[in-house]
């Protein structure tokens, strides 16, 4: 019994999440991430509060509540979150397209764009990246390189090609903030995720196939190149006898 106990102490015995402020945070930063999937912004930031104060080094927690408030159209309440995200982590590429959505909302736009342009730097196929970068660049009347980034984003994602050709066909006079509402809505930037599943094991079969493949290849080159050498120094010996 002393044994046992010794040894859960010394790997560590479970957490009950009844009792872990961490899990606890963890638990409600989902449930903050499904209520803004519901559309329930208020929900949302609610859950969100609660796992920050619970653990204040939960920076995706901090980036919900950040959209969260974004969704309501509380463009400063959604950058001090976000200032938060990123004071946890720096490069967190979902918290930097939240403050640059935010700041675009506040025609912060010179701001937006240093923020679009760290994103690309970071991730050059980030969609929701370059739809901030042109509704920067849209707001600076730089409209060619906003249709550019708009291009590039529609090549990436699908889901933006009708806000492309909808931009292509906007009078110059128009505001091009008119182009943007409902984006975050509809396309709102997602947490990173690894990848699994079919897809990954697929890759993982590939790769071992491949791999096996080259293993087979460098064997039959150790037997044949020493086989082909012996039988060409057999010739030269035979012709050196005649």
Known sequence: ENAASSVGFAFGAPRDPGNDPVL?????TRAAQKQLQLGDAQSAIAAAEKATRLNPGNAQAFNLLATAHERLGNHKAAIANADEA????ENSVPALNTRAW?????????????DSRRILALDRFNAFGFINQARAHGGLGSRSDMLEALRQSAGLDPRFADLHRRALQLPESADTELLF????????????????????RALRLIALCLLGGALITIGLLQILVPS??????KTLRGLRRR
């Open 24 to 28: 606890q945070s963890a638990g409600l």
């Open 86 to 89: 990123l004071a946890l982590e």
């Open 228 to 233: 082909f050498r012996e039988r060409k120094q």
């Open 102 to 114: 935010a700041s675009n909302g506040l025609r912060r736009f010179a701001s937006a764009l240093v």
């Open 181 to 200: 509402a409902g984006v975050l809505e509809s396309a709102a930037p997602a947490e990173p995720t690894p990848r699994s599943g079919r897809a990954g």
